[in-house]
């Protein structure tokens, strides 16, 4: 079927049409206890065709490409329909037309048989098969999905991505307490990269997490100073600044952040980027859901708040350059602004430096999830692991921390931002409106003055 | 549909026992942003997914093109071959019949985007009415068919229908939202108001200081902690790998006396009642705790097997083996109103939702979480909303010493609950 050929012949009907189609090839490994849990393969065809018209989008999608000519239709329709409910129109800016047919590098992970990565999972469980650990999960995933993208105008690109993700999950139970440790990471790489993960040293690695949580102890409660660690840096910026630098949410009024382009709202030490120009990292991608070019965008300039992650639309309505930042997690999804890699630009201080002076703090590392209101600024993150800090070093470990706070007041109490990048690929993704899309960091440690840490008062 | 499923499920008997569902869906949405006209859209979508087993060996395939069950059999078999052995036999349901359940509103299929526009306007208006603005305002409905077949000639297919409606006010630092699902047309204006009021009450928020005090968590956020905490920990498999908080608490008093729990697949207007499981089990009422005491857990057929015991029908998925979950999880209402419950409470808060409840340690129970649309509450009198505060405390202690609950309770997810009141909780502000 000619997509192209047919969306240029609709055009006529609308002022702008696209299709997004999505073949993917997925699989799942899940061993428990050293028991096969879940051994499958999901592949499959979607896509999603767009209409613009006078201000208005109409969309539809479907998996049976014999019924692309009535979900063409159906998009058209409801454009005009919702064309009619728009208040203020705006045009879309046009987009200089783009042809690419790209392949992420390696193997296909899809193309190599299950049974050397059930294999190697297998090995892994057996080596978390230890007296202290009562259970013990393994789990990977492994994705080729090809992208492709047309649009009245021209565009034809397809991306094909090959990505896979590793997690695994301990219990162990020490003096009546359980305790639990894990670890995940993810890359936009291919089969060759999955064969090198060293299961001795990656089993090795979640153990002693496991042995260290058991020493730990319950944090202490209150506003502290606390050093945070890459990944859990990254996530900070993610979701306490990142999303409130979505356009749409800027258009919306629901971001801590709208009216203040151009405001300081960090110290001058931080600059915040966006890009999808990380290879390997989860957020990688060459053109987003819209056909834009993937490109870097600072958002905090030296502590200036500089630029806005936009899609096609919240571009055109704010008069702004298209950031190629308009991702949709399948066909089945409206793009929106989404953030990609989160990079905070290094520091010159060393970790080191960063626990000086503090008397009594947290060190937190990694992240088990967080969540942010973009509204009001509130938002609240817990660690993977933690140690407390007690007159510049690192003592005992503390279990189940989280901190939260307020965006801009944080920021403000950000006091040192250190040398020591580091990739996370922590292979997370990234939910709102109901879809999610992989993403990644890239950030170095960093102390805040002053946070609140949840825990016990009396700890 | 039955009937491909049905031959698809004989097809493959050459190579050992399937099972095949189908999902059939399709859903219309309608959004306001920003007080505008955001978007609506339609969707179809399919969803064949095949397992193949053969006595301790399974192999799973899913595909969006129904056209290519072939290759989805070929490749469910090929996966089962390859497979390592479980610890016990995989078995089949049985051809058993259940009650029907209706749960499929004609008036939801008919909806068009020009109806559902309609409602999401309407809720609009108020907002603008009182000077508010509206982030978000969103209605959604879908309608699905599922259909299954096994080996052993158990099947059957229904459909369901869903009427999702949510909206965000907000003005100024303050916000409001509330949401509703259900199986067929409700008022979406009710919810509307209520997210305006909410908005407006939050007005003029102030912090608190770091206290141990009463906590009394709406729906939302006690059904957020349930299903995040406590539900999981009812899962037989959970308790069998010892990755259960209930490990080894079988017909122990654990939780407060005023708590009873059960899971019901066929609860009448549930929004996760159905007359079958994943795997074709009918579902039931099961009694999970009763008075404080744990009675039972969750079971598929597979976890069943393994404890000798009997399949709840709570197979969620056959893509894992074991795969457990909740249907319509209820915990039983009390007998005092959400007043007479403020009444009693010398010094706390009230709090609608919590936020972070994702990130909570569903093995130890405990918890840090920030509350969101949140009141003070001193002696009985609701006061001044609540800036950024967070809560640290064990849910499972928590639930151990619970004593008013509310007699309202409220479904909007697989959770059916009351509003609660803890003691001594540590807030950190």
Redo the contacts between chains.
């Keep these: 079927m000619d997509i192209s050929q047919k969306i240029r012949k609709a055009a006529s009907q609308t002022e702008y049409i696209d299709v997004r189609t999505l073949s993917s090839d997925s699989e799942e490994i ?1 061993v ?2 050293g ?12 896509y ?1 065709v767009r209409a613009f018209y006078k201000g ?9 490409i014999k ?1 692309f000519d009535s979900v063409l239709r ?1 998009a058209i329709k ?1 454009a005009k ?2 064309a009619t ?4 129109e705006f045009r879309l800016a046009d987009y200089p037309t783009q042809k690419a047919n790209i392949k992420f590098k390696g193997r296909d992970p899809t193309s190599v ?3 050397p990565k ?1 294999k190697k999972i ?1 090995e892994i469980s057996k080596l978390l098969n230890k007296k202290e650990i ?2 013990r ?1 393994v789990g990977a995933a492994f994705a080729k999905h090809e992208n492709s993208f047309f649009n009245s105008a021209g565009s034809e690109t397809t991306e094909t991505r090959y990505a896979y993700n590793f997690r695994s999950t301990v ?1 162990g139970k020490k003096s009546g ?4 440790a894990f670890e995940r990471f993810g890359k936009t790489l291919g089969y060759q990269d999955f064969e090198k993960i060293n299961s001795r040293k990656t089993a090795e690695l979640i153990h002693q997490r496991l042995l260290s949580n058991f020493k730990s102890k319950q944090a202490p ?2 506003r502290l100073p606390i050093v945070i660690d890459p990944r859990l840096c990254g996530v900070f910026f993610h979701e306490a600044v990142g999303h409130a630098c979505e356009a ?2 800027i ?4 971001s801590v952040l709208a009216g203040k382009l151009g405001n300081r709202i960090a110290p001058e030490s931080i600059t915040l980027i966006d890009t999808p120009n990380i290879e390997e990292e989860n957020g990688y991608y060459h053109f987003d859901s819209e056909g834009i070019p993937s490109a870097e965008t600072v958002l905090i300039k030296n502590g200036i708040l500089n630029n806005f992650l936009q899609s096609r639309e919240t571009a055109s309505k704010m008069h702004m350059a298209p950031t190629g930042n308009g991702r949709a997690e399948s066909p ?1 999804h ?1 793009p929106c602004p989404r953030m990609s890699n989160t990079v905070l630009r290094a520091g010159t201080h060393s970790f080191e430096e960063a626990l000086v002076g503090i008397k009594l703090g947290v060190y937190a590392k990694g992240s ?4 942010v ?1 973009p ?2 600024g ?5 660690a993977q692991e933690a140690f407390l800090i007690q007159n510049g070093k690192i003592t005992k470990p503390l ?4 901190f ?3 965006i801009l007041e944080v920021l403000s109490k950000i006091e040192i931002v250190c040398k020591d990048s580091q990739r996370t690929f922590m292979g997370g993704v990234c939910g709102k409106k109901g879809q999610h899309v992989p993403v990644g960091e890239f950030c170095p440690h960093i102390k805040i003055s002053e946070a ?6 009396n700890a | 549909m039955l009937d491909l499923l049905t031959k698809i499920a004989k097809s493959g008997q050459k190579y050992g026992e399937i099972l095949v569902s189908l999902s059939s869906a399709k859903e219309t949405s309608v959004t306001y942003e920003q007080n505008e006209f955001n978007s609506s859209s339609t969707g179809y979508s399919d969803l064949l997914k095949i397992k193949a087993v053969k006595g301790r060996k399974f192999g799973f395939a899913v595909t969006t093109d129904v056209s290519k069950w072939e290759d989805c059999l070929k490749t469910a078999v090929k996966m089962m071959k390859i497979s390592p052995e479980l610890p016990s036999e995989i078995q089949l349901s049985v051809p058993t019949k259940n009650k029907k359940i209706e749960h499929f509103d004609k008036r939801i299929d008919q909806l068009n985007c020009e109806k559902m526009d309609a409602y999401a306007v309407s809720a609009l208006n108020l907002a603008l009415d009182k000077k508010l603005d509206v982030p978000n305002v969103g209605v959604t409905s879908a309608t699905e068919t599922l259909s299954f077949a096994n080996s052993n000639q158990q099947s059957y297919s229904y459909s369901k229908s869903l009427l999702s409606f949510f909206m965000e006010c907000v003005h100024g630092e303050s916000s409001g939202s509330e949401g509703h699902v259900f199986t067929k047309i409700f008022d979406t204006q009710k919810y509307a108001k209520d997210a305006i009021e909410m908005c407006i009450e939050s007005e003029n928020m102030r912090p608190i200081k770091t206290m141990k005090a009463d906590l009394v968590l709406d729906y939302f956020g006690f059904s957020n902690l349930v299903s995040n905490i406590l539900m999981p920990s009812f899962y037989a498999d959970r308790i069998q790998n010892k990755r259960s908080f209930l490990t080894g608490k079988l017909g122990k008093k654990i939780f407060s006396k005023n708590l009873t729990i059960t899971d019901n697949g066929m609860l009448n207007d549930g929004l996760f009642s159905m007359p079958f499981d994943a795997e074709g089990t009918p579902t039931q009422k099961t009694v999970l705790v009763e008075n404080g005491t744990v009675k039972n857990f969750l079971y598929d057929n597979y976890s069943a097997l393994i404890n000798k015991t009997k399949s709840t029908g709570n197979c969620m998925d056959i893509g894992r083996t074991p795969c457990i979950g909740a249907t319509n999880f209820c915990i039983k209402p009390g007998d005092l109103t959400k007043e007479e419950m403020l009444e009693s409470v010398k010094l706390g808060v009230f709090s609608k939702y919590i936020m972070g409840g994702h990130t909570v340690n569903e093995i130890t129970g405990d918890i840090s979480v920030g509350l969101s649309n949140a009141w003070l509450v001193e002696k009985g009198k609701i006061g001044c909303p609540v800036k950024q505060a967070m809560v640290s405390f064990n849910f499972f202690d928590a639930l151990k010493q619970v004593s008013e609950i509310s007699r309202k309770i409220r479904q909007e997810s697989n959770v059916a609950a009351p509003l609660v009141k803890f003691k001594d909780i540590q807030f950190i502000s």
């Design positions: 899940l428990e206890n028991n096969l849990s879940s051994l499958r393969k999901e592949f499959g065809f979607k999603g208005a989008w109409g969309f539809s999608h479907a998996n049976d019924k159906d409801l329909l919702n409910k728009v208040k203020e048989g299950l049974e059930l297998i009562e259970n999960t219990v307490q359980i305790f639990r409660a209150g749409d949410a258009l919306e009024k629901s089945e409206m088990s999830g967080g969540v209101e509204t009001n509130n938002f609240l993150f817990n279990r189940d921390v989280s939260g706070g307020n609140m840490v949840g825990g016990d008062t």
